[in-house]
T-cell receptor
Framework: DSGVTQTPKHLITATGQRVTLRCSPRSGDLSVYWYQQSLDQGLQFLIQYYNGEERAKGNILERFSAQQFPDLHSELNLSSLELGDSALYFC????????????FGPGTRLTVT | DAKTTQPPSMDCAEGRAANLPCNHSTISGNEYVYWYRQIHSQGPQYIIHGLKNNETNEMASLIITEDRKSSTLILPHATLRDTAVYYCIVRAGTSGSRLTFGEGTQLTVNP
């Protein structure tokens, strides 16, 4: 158990819909990262937040957005969902925003039908 | 990030040592070698990292060659639960943010 929690574990929704994925980092960690893992793309970095501020952005679609709240939990919002958005979404956390030791949650499996 | 090369798959007998190689011939002086693993569909798990000295923790040992162009992750007594994809990542120590996961090595531990 990494100490990072993600909800929900599974999500099934229809194309065009909007969903919110939630992540609670390890106690004391200030940085949160979001990754997407699909069958054909592997693990892809989406976005990083550090202490409430966006720190780095990867190949995150404009239909996707994220935020980190004052209590340090984070939410990833996915809108206008397409079949290709079906994937595992992982959240990771670290104490600092500059470390490469990241601790991953169990993931949310999103299925878009 | 320096490019890394890992074999796509390896097998190991349960109870034996698993030695997973990684080539990183373009590594820079300030870049560390990190190892993660991902057990099927679970979140990746940090294992160990090192700069130039050999490192050991409760999970594994990391051996880095003197020229730092390659390294080996050693699981001393592999168990069935060690079956996973193992990723070798080379990054500057304080670069933070995105981790770039390549194809990794699928390690299968056989009974």
């Amino acid at each position: 158990d990494s100490g990072v929690t993600q909800t929900p574990k599974h999500l099934i929704t229809a194309t065009g819909q909007r969903v919110t994925l939630r992540c609670s980092p390890r106690s004391g960690d200030l940085s949160v990262y979001w990754y997407q893992q699909s069958l054909d793309q592997g693990l892809q970095f989406l976005i990083q937040y550090y202490n409430g501020e966006e720190r780095a952005k990867g190949n995150i679609l404009e239909r996707f957005s994220a935020q980190q709240f004052p209590d340090l939990h984070s939410e990833l919002n996915l809108s206008s969902l397409e079949l290709g958005d079906s994937a595992l979404y992982f959240c990771a956390s670290s104490f600092a925003g500059t470390t490469n030791e990241q601790y991953f949650g169990p993931g949310t499996r999103l299925t878009v039908t | 990030d320096a490019k890394t090369t890992q074999p796509p798959s390896m097998d190991c007998a349960e109870g034996r040592a698993a030695n997973l190689p990684c080539n990183h011939s373009t590594i820079s002086g300030n870049e560390y070698v990190y190892w993660y693993r991902q057990i099927h569909s679970q979140g990746p798990q940090y294992i160990i990292h090192g700069l130039k000295n050999n490192e050991t923790n409760e999970m594994a040992s990391l051996i880095i060659t003197e020229d730092r162009k390659s390294s080996t992750l050693i699981l001393p007594h592999a168990t069935l639960r060690d079956t996973a994809v193992y990723y070798c990542i080379v990054r500057a120590g304080t670069s933070g943010s995105r981790l770039t996961f390549g194809e990794g090595t699928q390690l299968t531990v056989n009974p």
